[in-house]
């Protein structure tokens, strides 16, 4: 999938409805194949990001976990020293 779909559950602090909408709007260009779609696709393509959103938020507020919140600082370090391993610094 969209390697810039990012992972929203589960932090300190939670996720925001701006990083949902964000994520939303990645996965709906994606499965499109559509950066930015026509004037006749545009309605289409902003109600399945509304749609899309709508469920990741239903979807995040019903999981439960016993981890506890990971670090959004922590993890990003991760996944730089992972991208500097695969692709070089």
Do not use: Y
Not at 25 to 50: C, H, M, T, W, Y
Not at 60 to 85: F, I, S, V, Y
């Amino acid at each position: 999938m969209c390697r810039n779909i990012k992972n929203l559950f589960n932090f300190d602090p939670p996720v925001t409805p701006e990083e949902v909408r964000a994520s939303s709007i990645q996965f709906v260009r994606k499965i499109s194949g559509f950066n930015k779609p026509s004037r006749a696709n545009e309605q289409a393509f902003n109600l399945a990001i509304d749609e899309v959103a709508g469920a990741a938020t239903r979807l995040l507020d019903a999981l439960q976990t016993t981890a506890p919140p990971r670090n959004r600082e922590e993890e990003a370090a991760k996944a730089k020293a992972r991208g500097a391993a695969r692709f070089g610094t």
